[in-house]
């Protein structure tokens, strides 16, 4: 499947918001110089149109429906089940957010055409070359720090490095649809349980939206490989915390348009004073 190289920056459009967000995401990875391939994964209901603006960054767009799951599965996570087994309790969820569709992440397992695969949520943007990453075994992520240093225990999928593998794939949706299995943050808490002994990755490869204000002497915009937009998203016009993280909003929607994005290196970083609104 792949178009000639051994590794691929991967991610997944659901809805035509995340569409939003792969637009912005595919243009920060060309800016790096990569030569490796982009593959967008989307789900039947993302309609053409809205992943037309993708064609000039050249990615590979592949259709792939939900994950084969029981109907129990499916049942136990619907969004309302999800939600209220597992409120979030830190931020705002959008409207559009599906917990059933991120199981699709796992179809990364089944690029068997590649070496090595990056997979980023279509909510981030690559604000550096991070190619000497697809040196990093299976499984590595970041840490899912955004509150505090006691986040570091828990992974975030929104950026991870695998290695595809069809035997992989199948053992976890074995592993995935076990009888009465469910999974809280759902592929996240998946993979964490999958990989227990998960290589982590810099904090910066991951680097969450909310560090802006909660932990900001962790913010250091030359060292940030993956910018991570952790629950609002930075296109909602509703936005609860647009105040507190106008900087990194306005970032957002200079590498959507394309136009005067910044040297991210001379960016003014959080000052220990900000917090959220």
Not at 31 to 45: L, M, Q, W
Not at 186 to 196: E, G, H, R, W
């Amino acid at each position: 499947m792949s178009g000639g190289g051994a590794h691929a920056f991967v991610t997944l459009v659901t809805n035509a918001d995340y569409a939003m967000g792969a637009k912005a995401l595919c243009r920060s990875i060309r800016r790096t110089g990569t030569a490796a391939d982009i593959v967008v994964f989307h789900t039947p209901a993302v309609a053409m149109d809205a992943l037309a603006p993708l064609a000039e960054f050249g990615v590979r767009l592949v259709e792939t429906d939900l994950l084969p799951l029981s109907d129990a599965f499916n049942a136990r996570h619907a969004r309302r089940n999800v939600h209220a087994a597992a409120p979030f309790t830190k931020g705002r969820k959008p409207a559009f957010h599906s917990p059933l569709d991120n199981f699709c992440k796992l179809r990364l397992w089944q690029l068997t055409d590649y070496e090595r695969c990056i997979f980023i949520d279509a909510d981030a943007l690559v604000l550096k070359n991070i190619d000497r990453f697809f040196a990093y075994p299976e499984f590595s992520a970041a840490p899912n720090v955004y509150e505090s240093l006691a986040d570091f225990h828990r992974l975030n999928s929104g950026v991870f490095v695998a290695k595809p593998s069809d035997e992989t794939f199948r053992a976890m949706l074995q592993r995935l649809d076990a009888p009465d299995a469910f999974w809280p943050r759902t592929d996240q808490s998946f993979l964490q349980a999958f990989f227990p002994d998960w290589h982590g990755l810099p904090v910066t490869m991951n680097m969450l939206q909310y560090v802006w204000f909660a932990l900001p002497a962790l913010w250091d915009w030359p060292s940030i490989g993956v910018l991570h937009y952790q629950y609002e998203k930075p296109w909602e016009t509703d936005h609860p915390k647009a105040e507190a993280l106008k900087p990194l909003i306005d970032l957002w929607h200079a590498f959507h348009d394309g136009s005067e994005i910044p040297d991210i290196a001379s960016l003014p970083g959080p000052t220990t004073s900000e917090r959220a609104g």
